[in-house]
């Protein structure tokens, strides 16, 4: 019969790509022909001649299956999209239309919009099985919901069918239109994440122990020649008529890089529907990078994982504008992994020369393995003190849910009694919050 | 039956994220429970809407449809007491096995009203009769296939009736036109031997099966 029949039958699982028809038998008659036998030896035992009449009808619906050829699938497909940028959370409505351009009747077709991974659908269905005449077309509808990324429709699955049903041809097709939905979230200001003790020559908000002009006092000492008048403790010069001066804890600001662990294993959320730890600590990175700028400190960001992405520490508006488009958009921090390979010693490496002298570390990850925590060990002992904010993704459903947890914890543990500081952020608990509650275990 | 229908729904965000034993994979998947009316472009006010999930049950048009032509069948084999209810039996595991998305259900429900159609012949039900039975079992059987290869794709919640309409038109067309000639055939050579009719089914099925490979 038919090509299709004498070929392998392509996997079921397999997808089709644009360009490329696979056609399958759906063996949706099979045993039709075993039945109208049935029926026929029977009618030949019994002497009923109506049941061979039964079995006719059988081996025509028997043979209409046979005679099955794919269908002839030309279409034509537009995707229209509300807005092609939005917010986080936004509902956005996409609109497909496909139009029949063969000239022959699809009887069957079905379509499977190739909805971005990282987007919802929140109503309607992105999928729809339709009738098509030559020329005519049809619309359907649906709602996503918009999450942080730069998203890329992929082609329009299509499975068509003729009228039997027995042999069904899939292709893709990329649709004509919109086929990307950008969505930046503004960077908010957060609070701030109090620093470790590394600082630069600047002026800032990190107290250091060294004395100088400030406002929390730090000593007294000796007058010595020069030394500004508004710092003399008159007081006690006109107690004792000997000169002080009143030495204040130096405020300097620091180079801060916030590292955010994209690597796969870092794709974690307590259940499917709960955002994802790397998308809880692009959030905070974004926050932190905005109040650690306006606090006058100077902020770098890094991708610890596929497409590590680096940018310097620096400082102004275009330095911000830089990270909030990085941390939307670029691929590095995109909400589902990436599919590259990754070598995490190779990029720690690069890191450690990247990274200025004088630079402490943020270090945005779920503490889901052991190599993160020594990576973490390391740049610590290189000299970048490291404060890890620590997104938790565990959940505590099944016993391996809760071993996972507690082997977590310990891992927070373990960076602890080295001397690192960890944030250990649950989910939805505010980042402010879960700073303060570890800060009281901080000193100095 | 529909059991060879294997493709699965293609990939509108399925889920994609990593999965661990601590933690579920993320990512939406696509399809949904409700048509999404009046969601056009509000922007989210307080709740965020659910996400909404493939459902794979046949649809409702699949399920009425189905039904229908089985009651036809069943209707038809009513001249022989004991086939009705067998036919009935298999009427209602079709409609509760499309109902519920239970594919194993929709196949014994196929087999039941066949079965139906096979005590009527064998208890003499006049021929013009079964023949209707016979027809609408397999209309039913082709509507049932399609509902549950439609479920599996498109999901519940997408519209696919124009999709079954035309399918089961299609499928109505062919029985009948199957009906009309095997009806006046059967008449034309009424009186001749069973088993000589017997022999030239037997004769196109294997015709069939040489064509085939």
Known sequence: ?444 | MSRGERTEPPGAGEPTGSTATDATGVGGDGTAGRPGEGERGEPTGGAAPETVRLDPRPSETGTALAGLVGLVAVVTQAAAGPAVVVGGVGLLALVVGLGRGADRLVSLGVLGLILGVLVAGALGTPAELLVVSAAASAVAWDVAAQAVSLGEQVGRAADTARAELVHAAGSTLVATVAVTAAYLVFRTVAGGPVLALALLLLGAILLASVLRG
């Not at chain 1, 360009?19 to 759906?26: A, V, Y």
């Not at chain 1, 009923?48 to 009808?57: K, M, R, S, W």
């Not at chain 1, 990754?342 to 990274?355: S, V």
């Open chain 1, 1 to 444: 019969m038919s090509e299709a029949r004498g070929r392998d039958e392509p996997d079921p699982g397999r997808r089709a790509t644009p360009g490329e028809t696979l056609d399958r038998e759906t063996h949706r008659w099979r045993g039709v022909n075993a039945l109208s036998l049935a029926a026929g030896a029977l009618g030949v035992l019994l002497g009923q001649p109506a049941l061979l009449l039964v079995a006719v009808v059988g081996v025509a619906f028997g043979g209409f299956a046979l005679a099955a050829r794919p269908p002839d699938v030309r279409v034509e497909l537009s995707r229209e999209l509300e807005r092609t940028a939005a917010g986080p959370e936004e509902p956005i409505r996409v609109t497909v239309t496909v139009r029949n351009a063969g000239d022959s009747l699809l009887p069957d077709i079905r379509l499977v919009d190739g909805v971005p991974d990282a987007l919802d659908v929140v109503g309607g269905s992105p999928r729809t099985a339709t009738a098509l005449r030559p020329g005519k077309a049809a619309t359907f509808s649906y709602t996503v919901r918009a999450a942080r990324g730069d998203h890329e429709f992929d082609p329009v699955t299509v499975l068509a069918r003729g009228f039997s049903g027995a042999i069904e041809r899939e292709t893709a097709v990329r649709a004509r239109g919109d086929d990307r939905l950008a969505c930046t979230p503004r960077l908010d200001v957060g609070d701030p994440l109090p620093l470790r003790g590394l600082t630069t020559g600047y002026t800032g908000r990190v107290v250091t122990d060294t004395g100088g002009p400030g406002t929390e006092f730090h000593a007294v000492r000796e007058y010595r020649p020069g030394d500004p008048l508004s710092r003399i403790d008159w007081k006690r010069a006109a107690r004792t008529g000997e000169y002080a001066t009143l030495e204040f804890r130096r405020e300097r600001a620091a180079t801060v890089v916030l590292l955010v662990d994209t690597r796969e294993t870092a794709y974690l959320a307590p259940d499917a529907d709960a955002p994802s730890a790397v998308e809880r600590s692009v959030a905070a990175a974004g926050e932190l990078f905005t109040s650690l700028l306006s606090t006058g400190d100077r902020v770098g960001l890094g991708a610890f994982g596929p497409g590590a992405y680096w940018l310097a520490p620096g400082a102004g508006e275009g330095h911000r504008a830089r990270a909030r488009s990085a941390l939307a958009t670029d691929g590095a921090f995109a909400p589902t992994p990436r599919e590259e390979p990754f070598f995490p010693g190779l990029e720690l490496r690069r890191l450690r020369r990247r990274l200025p002298a004088d630079a402490q570390v943020v270090l945005f990850s779920p503490l889901c393995d052991d190599y993160v925590v020594r990576a973490a060990r390391r740049l610590d002992a290189y000299g970048h003190p490291v404060t890890v904010v620590s997104p938790d993704p565990t959940a505590d459903g099944s016993a391996g849910e809760t071993l996972a947890r507690i082997e977590r914890r310990l891992r927070c543990s373990r960076l602890r009694e080295v001397g690192l500081r960890v944030v250990d952020w649950r989910p939805g608990e505010h980042l402010g919050a879960a700073v303060a509650a570890a800060q009281a275990r901080w000193s100095g």
